[in-house]
């Protein structure tokens, strides 16, 4: 339900500030402090139709000249070299990805590939001349090959897909397969040492051994995050705990993740935040919200975003058309169809003029693609 498999090297990007479920939730580090450029942080933005990386200062370091890029993550972006940027495909069209390294500088002996990827736990999924797909490690060493499909590594396994064996499944980071399935399942990747699965359009999980933990009876699952995962029966959503016991009813009309102790959840059209214990801790008001991260929260009123605390104070008034989740001290906002970053004070430090932006990373951690429905 959260991911289609065969949809491996999609790039998403900020769009609309919609029912909130931004997956981006791992290698967050909080910043209470105000941040400058030397605290080596970097971020992915477009200006000019070129995609380049800022510091905190807003600063390039990396001067904007890719037609499309990737942020960084285990020290390397991946970025397009020579191909022309069209919005029909809100993509590149033709040229070869490379990848860098924060200083700019080409990796991998200059080896090229055909398709963007990223690096998340140390290994990338790249597409190979006879159209299989392998992956490589951060020395640029093929690891493995032969797959017809593979998502990025998430708890040391990858999902795969190998049609001619008409088998589905996840292998380790040496390439041997440790679970096989069926093609006729469809996967996610693992969080919390469950993911979820779905055959015959119903949804359950595995733990990593590939043991069923929760029967596929439900009509839609989220992922496992701070120990429960969203299920959605009768049109509403709750939630199960680790060994898919109800431990809140489905009474919902649309959840996003358990996110520092507290979920979006919507009903009767409007969200609100819930504790682990089901209460109400922030009131069903806002007409879109976003998931609490570093302590704060985005929600939309009157047609404007601004930010809220844990205690549903605000932060940030409502001013904004748009704004994802803290990340590493800063947020993304938009403001006249631009983007900008604001910091953990709620001060705009770097002012909207971007046409795309990613969040700043630690180029060397592992930085998942910003995901956001």
């Known amino acids: 339900m959260r991911r289609n498999f065969l949809a491996v090297f999609a790039l998403a990007f900020l769009v609309m500030l919609g029912a909130c479920k931004n997956e981006d939730k791992s290698s967050e580090t909080s910043l209470t402090d105000k941040p400058s450029a030397s605290s080596e942080l970097l971020a992915m933005v477009m200006i000019d139709g070129k995609y380049g990386y800022i510091d905190t200062l807003g600063g390039f370091v990396i001067e904007p000249k890719y037609p499309l890029a990737r942020s960084f993550s285990n020290g390397f972006a991946c970025v397009n070299i020579d191909g022309i940027r069209t919005d029909l495909i809100n993509g590149a069209v033709g040229g070869e990805y490379i990848f860098i390294d924060p200083a700019g500088t080409v990796q991998f002996g200059e080896k090229t590939f055909s398709q963007p990827t990223s690096f998340y736990e140390g290994y990338a999924p790249v597409r190979m001349p006879d159209d299989k797909v392998g992956f490589i490690d951060t020395s ?30 996840y292998v380790d980071t040496k390439g041997d397969w440790k679970i096989k399935l ?31 933990v929760v029967p596929a009876t439900y009509e839609g699952t989220y992922d496992y995050y701070e120990g429960l995962a969203a299920y959605l029966q009768d049109d509403m959503f709750g939630f199960l705990d680790l060994e898919g016991a109800v431990a809140i009813p489905n009474i919902y009309e649309d959840v996003a993740d358990f996110s520092e102790g507290l979920c979006a959840v919507q009903k009767d059209g409007k ?3 819930i504790n682990k214990q089901n209460e109400v801790v922030i009131p069903f008001q ?20 601004g930010f809220i605390t844990a205690d549903g104070n605000w932060l940030v008034e409502p001013k904004y058309g ?45 930085n998942p693609i910003l995901k956001v429905n």
């Open 271 to 273: 969200w609100g935040f």
């Open 286 to 305: 806002y007409p879109a919200v976003r998931s609490f991260n570093e302590g704060v929260a985005a929600v939309q009123l009157d047609g404007k975003v």
């Open 182 to 212: 069926h093609v006729d399942y469809t996967l996610g990747d693992f969080h919390q040492g469950r993911t979820f699965f779905m055959k015959d359009q119903k949804y359950g999980f595995i733990n990593s051994s590939g043991q069923e």
């Open 322 to 366: 748009n704004a994802l989740d803290f990340k590493n001290g800063f947020a993304i906002v938009q403001s006249d169809l631009k983007l900008g970053y604001i910091n953990r004070e709620g001060v705009e430090v770097i002012s909207p003029r971007f046409e795309r932006a990613d969040n700043f990373v630690n180029p060397q951690e592992s």
């Open 140 to 169: 640029g060493t093929l690891v493995a090959e032969g797959f017809d499909a593979m998502m990025p590594f998430s708890e040391g396994l990858a999902a795969a897909l190998d049609l001619e064996n008409e088998t589905i499944g």
